[in-house]
């Protein structure tokens, strides 16, 4: 029987695999890039309750500092 737990940690392990493997063919910079983006919206969703609108900001600051990090 699949638990809800069991189901949750298979969904993020998968995820995780299919997005290091994204990155095998990117430069520094855009590596920098997803990198900001993906952080920018993991502490935009926190600082805002989980809020789209705060997530999705997040995202696109985080993944512009990212972007001037990787010059």
């Keep these: 029987m699949i638990t809800k737990n069991s189901f ?4 993020l392990a998968v995820a995780l695999l299919l997005g ?3 990155c095998s063919g990117m430069s520094n910079r855009e590596r ?5 983006a993906g952080a920018g919206a993991v ?4 600082l805002t309750g989980g809020s789209g609108v705060g997530t ?3 995202a696109v600051v985080g993944g512009v500092i990212g972007n001037q990090v990787g010059k």
């Design 43 to 46: 502490g935009g969703a926190i």
């Design 56 to 58: 999705v900001g997040g």
């Design 32 to 36: 920098d890039t997803a990198i900001g």
């Design 20 to 22: 290091l493997g994204g």
């Design 8 to 11: 949750a940690a298979s969904t």
